[in-house]
């Protein structure tokens, strides 16, 4: 069983710029997680999607994260315009239940 | 929100040596996962444990949910177990809190 793909593992840019990143989940996982995880921290959750539908946000800095999850099955997360404080690791996550499988993470730099 | 400790933060074995890493959470959970995160940053899910003992291979964990703890155990420990131990609670909300983390060092 293939596990989470992301895509791409590396970015460096600019503060201003904007960025994606590209999450594919395990076949069959219904619900989708983008997290965040800064130097030294655990990881933190962004937001979570079942199915193609968004359960919680809550976490998500509206004003300039966006993540869109069409078909429910690949989903993007976007940041514009980026932040110093942006530079971390962007995890994504699926499950078909309680467990939660992680892809290996986008490391974003910004400078 | 829940809140999630573990202990110790960092952990320095010698190849062959046994460990405890704890975990305390302050409410009760519905999921309760055990992760190892390796030095290329892939996190790898190690154990589903809400309750009871589980074991797999020499890594074994046990979660008294009563007493709003879990621990993992690593047994004869290899230069391949170094990384970061993660616990992650959620209080049936699906959503993940994660602890701080126990960074474990294995020397040959």
């Known amino acids: 069983e293939a596990g989470v793909a992301q895509s791409p593992r590396y970015k460096i840019i600019e503060k201003r710029q904007s960025v994606a990143f590209w999450c594919n989940p395990i076949?069959?996982?219904?619900?989708l997680y983008w997290y965040q995880q800064i130097l030294g921290q655990g990881p933190k959750l962004l937001i979570q999607?079942?199915?193609?539908?968004?359960?919680?946000d809550s976490q998500l800095p509206k004003d300039r994260f966006s993540a869109e999850r069409l078909k429910g099955v690949d989903s993007t997360l976007k940041i514009q315009p980026a932040k110093l404080e942006d530079s971390a690791v962007y995890l994504c996550?699926?499950?078909?239940?309680?467990?939660?499988?992680f892809g290996p993470g986008t490391r974003l730099l910004v400078l | 929100g829940i809140q999630v400790e573990q202990s110790p933060p960092d952990l320095i074995l010698q190849e062959g040596a046994n460990s405890t890493l704890r975990c305390n959470f302050s409410?009760?959970?519905?999921?309760l996962q055990w992760f190892h995160q390796n030095p290329w940053g892939q996190l790898i899910n190690l154990f589903y444990?809400?309750?009871g003992t589980k074991q797999n291979g020499r890594l074994s964990a046990t979660t008294v949910a009563t007493e709003r703890y879990s621990l993992l155990y690593i047994s004869s420990s290899q230069t391949t177990d170094s990384g970061v131990y993660f616990c992650?609670?959620?209080?049936?909300?699906?959503?993940?809190?994660f602890g701080t983390g126990t960074r474990l060092q294995v020397f040959p």
């Open positions: 996550a699926s499950s078909p239940a309680r467990t939660q499988y």
């Open positions: 076949s069959g996982h219904a619900t």
């Open positions: 999607f079942q199915n193609n539908g968004v359960v919680d």
């Open positions: 409410d009760s959970v519905n999921n």
């Open positions: 444990i809400p309750s």
């Open positions: 992650a609670v959620d209080a049936d909300t699906d959503k993940l809190i």
